[in-house]
């Protein structure tokens, strides 16, 4: 299978602490980013390692996906996942380092998508929009959250 590889990297200006608390807060992600998540719940928790339910929400509509989050927490550093829903898997690694502005965060995403039509068709939308909406609903809700 193909993957889809996307890459983005942002400045939050605020202590990575304080993102690292956020951004591994699985539960309240609907809360936070509500544009993102439907729901979240942590099934099962030993040290570093989380397996996390999650109702995402589709980019550009309002179908919402069942996906299972096997995680493992990076603790002040960041998470690498694998996350597994009905249209594919997808290999995540978010990376926070300090910089004289605040926080770097480091996205990487590899996306194996099961269907071959939705690989074609999907695989131009999300290279295209998919990263871009992402920014906006996570990254610029993220923003936001700690300038206040």
Do not use: C
Not at 26 to 36: G, I, L, Q, T, Y
Not at 45 to 68: I, P
Not at 81 to 101: A, I, K, Q, R, Y
């Amino acid at each position: 299978m193909k993957k889809i590889h996307l890459e983005g990297s942002y400045i939050i200006r605020a202590q990575r602490q304080k993102v690292y608390e956020i951004l591994t807060d699985f539960e309240s992600a609907p809360k936070h980013f509500p544009a993102v998540a439907k729901s979240a719940h942590i099934v099962s928790h030993d040290g570093n390692d989380l397996v996390v339910e999650v109702e995402t929400k589709a980019f550009l509509g309002s179908r919402t996906f069942h996906v299972q989050m096997q995680t493992h927490l990076r603790p002040n550093k960041g998470f690498t996942s694998m996350n597994t829903s009905p249209l594919g898997v997808e290999h995540e690694v978010v990376t926070l380092e300090d910089v004289p502005e605040g926080t770097r965060f480091v996205y990487v995403n590899d996306v194996e998508v099961k269907s071959h039509l939705f690989r074609i068709l999907g695989g131009f939308l999300i290279k295209t929009v998919a990263l871009k909406y992402w920014e906006r609903a996570y990254i610029g809700r993220l923003r936001k959250m700690l300038r206040g």
